[in-house]
């Protein structure tokens, strides 16, 4: 279901935002809730505020630009016109300790539907969830836990936008597709824009039922298959800033957890709660 003539700004308008942008129209299964905008402050903040009013899971707001996005641990994720902002409430009945291998099936999604659109694309994961392709980061992914349900969001760099961006990390922005978008979207992007959405809601629709049903461990193969980090030794901080540790990853197991093996040829299991990569030796 598509709502979005009366959401088409959230009642909010940025200075300066792109008088052609209007809300994409995707096609998308009965499963989803689909509200689109044309810039809203932040597609998470709708979803949240949603899921606090006890809307079923489904709900979705998608957005072709942003004035206050963010990503995982509440980090800036500029969001000029050029990308996609997609965030959906979910209300998965699993064990608490399962609730974050959900951000990693996420990613899942977002990679097969990258790839559909753009076949040459190739991407791959950076654990736990943001997506890479070889000129760097394609798009990134949060999920946080409240009012009974998860806010799952998803920022994708389609296009270049006019106006050159910085991203926190140490990867620099790629973009699925040729093209700068200047004064506004040409009807090709508005298409390939559209198919972003409707793929990745397809692609998330089909492997959130099969995660409830079956947990990560039916997607560790998946998951491998597309880990940009298997079998490459790395530095890990954590993320109290108190250590470093060194070792080779060997992989995710069911809990999501990242298994590096230590000198010593231990495998220690750790949670992107715990711990982040700092630097991988090629």
């Not at 990867?171 to 699925?176: D, V």
């Not at 298959?225 to 197991?253: C, H, M, P, W």
């Amino acid at each position: 279901m598509l709502s979005q003539s009366e959401h088409q700004n959230n009642g909010r308008v940025a200075k300066g935002a792109s008088s052609v942008a209007a809300p994409l129209r995707p096609a998308v299964s009965s499963f989803w809730d689909l509200h689109a905008y044309a810039c809203v402050r932040s597609t998470n903040e709708l979803v949240k505020e949603a899921l606090r009013q006890g809307v079923p899971e489904g709900y979705c707001a998608t957005a072709l630009e942003q004035e206050g996005g963010y990503g995982r641990q509440g980090r800036v994720w500029a969001s000029p016109l050029g990308g996609v902002y997609t965030s959906f409430a979910l209300r998965p009945n699993v064990l608490p300790q399962m609730l974050p291998t959900l951000s990693l099936v996420a990613s899942l999604a977002v990679a097969d539907a990258l790839e559909r659109v753009r076949p040459s694309c190739n991407p791959l994961i950076k654990w736990p969830n943001d997506v890479l392709c070889p000129e760097g980061k394609l798009a990134g992914i949060s999920l946080e836990a409240l009012a009974g349900g998860v806010c799952v969001g998803v920022g994708v760099n389609v296009y270049e936008p006019f106006a050159k961006r910085e991203v926190e990390g140490k990867y620099s922005l790629a973009y699925l597709q040729d093209g700068v978008v200047e004064a506004g979207l040409s009807a090709e992007q508005r298409t390939v824009m559209t198919q972003v959405v409707e793929s990745m809601l397809e692609a998330m629709e089909c492997r959130y039922g099969r995660w409830l049903q079956e947990g990560f461990s039916a997607f560790i193969d998946e998951y491998s298959q597309r880990f940009a980090y298997r079998n490459k030794r790395a530095s890990l901080a954590l993320i109290n800033g108190d250590e470093t540790i060194e070792g080779i990853i060997r992989g995710v197991d069911g809990l999501g957890r990242l298994l590096v093996e230590n000198d010593v040829g231990i495998i220690v299991p750790m949670s992107s709660g715990e711990v982040h990569v700092t630097s991988l030796q090629r």
